[in-house]
Nanobody
């Protein structure tokens, strides 16, 4: 089983930047690494994701102010959101997808890290 260790959450100011990291416990190259978030009263939504050897895909709410990258050697995915807004307040979950020999994918989730954007 893949375990995902998240870091970087906390209290940040509007207009500032947020940097989140997630490290996987497996040395196997993960097909997809990314972040989802869930705000109070809302459903979980995609923030950003990146395929191995690919480029980032971003949710509409963060396009233009979010960057995601991965380092397969370090088994880590990094995400930065600039120009933070109060609406970015949410619990952020790291997500990983492991490609299976059957051709399918298995999802793994971090425990979630709280981000509060407030002055």
């Amino acid at each position: 089983q893949v375990q995902l260790v998240e870091s970087g959450g906390g209290l940040v100011q509007p207009g500032g930047s947020l940097r989140l990291s997630c490290t996987a416990s497996t040395e196997t190259v993960l097909y997809v690494l990314g972040w989802y978030r869930q705000a109070p009263g809302k459903e979980r939504e995609l923030v950003a994701r990146i395929r191995s050897g690919g480029t980032g895909v971003y949710g509409d709410s963060v396009k233009g102010r979010c960057t995601i990258s991965r380092n397969n050697y370090k088994r880590t995915v990094l995400m930065q959101i600039d120009n933070l807004k109060p609406e970015d307040t949410a619990v952020y979950f790291c997500n990983a997808q492991l490609a299976l020999a059957t051709g399918g994918v298995r999802d793994f989730w971090g425990e979630g890290t709280q981000v509060i954007v407030s002055s």
